[in-house]
C-alpha cells in the first residue's frame, strides 16, 4: 500500500512543483513557455502523453493491472528503483534551474548551468523523464 502511495504522489508532487512554479515566474513577470523545437502541436502532445504513462504506472501500482503479460519478480524492484531515481533527477533538474526553467526554448538569454548535476547531464530533467519512461515500461 506504501508503494502505491509513493509511486503516485511522485509524478503529483513534481506536477505541482511544475505548474505552481510556472504561476510563481509568471507573478514575477518571467514567462516560463519557450519556443518548441518542433511543431507546437506535437510538443505539447508529447508532455501531456508522459503524464498519461505515469498514470499508468500509478494504476498500476494500485493493482490495475494494465500489462498483458506476466514480469518477472526481478522487474518490480528496478522498475521501483527506477521511478524514484527519475523524479529525483526531475527534482533537482527543476530546482537546479531557478528562474532559468523554461518549456522549449527560452525566448530570452538565459543562464547557463553547469554547476551541480548540470556538470554531467545538459539537462537531467530528459534524464529523469527517460528514466520514468524505462521504469513505467
Not at 509513493?6 to 509524478?11: D, G, Q, R, W
Not at 516560463?32 to 502523453?49: C, H, Q, W
Not at 518549456?103 to 547531464?121: A, M, N, Q, Y
Amino acid at each position: 500500500m506504501l508503494e502505491a502511495w509513493v509511486v503516485t504522489a511522485l509524478p503529483v508532487l513534481f506536477l505541482i512543483v511544475l505548474f505552481g512554479g510556472g504561476g510563481l515566474l509568471r507573478r514575477r513577470n518571467i514567462d516560463m513557455d519557450g519556443e518548441p523545437p518542433i511543431n507546437r502541436t506535437i510538443f505539447v502532445a508529447s508532455k501531456y502523453l508522459i503524464v498519461v504513462i505515469w498514470a499508468a504506472m500509478a494504476l498500476h501500482s494500485w493493482d490495475k493491472n494494465l500489462s498483458s503479460f506476466e514480469t518477472p519478480n526481478w522487474v518490480k524492484p528496478v522498475s521501483l528503483c527506477l521511478w524514484g531515481g527519475g523524479f529525483a533527477l526531475l527534482f533537482i533538474g527543476r530546482f537546479g534551474m531557478g528562474s532559468s526553467f523554461r518549456i522549449g526554448s527560452p525566448k530570452e538569454s538565459t543562464c547557463l548551468r553547469v554547476d551541480g548535476l548540470f556538470r554531467f547531464s545538459r539537462n537531467p530533467m530528459y534524464l529523469g523523464v527517460f528514466t520514468t519512461l524505462l521504469a513505467a515500461v
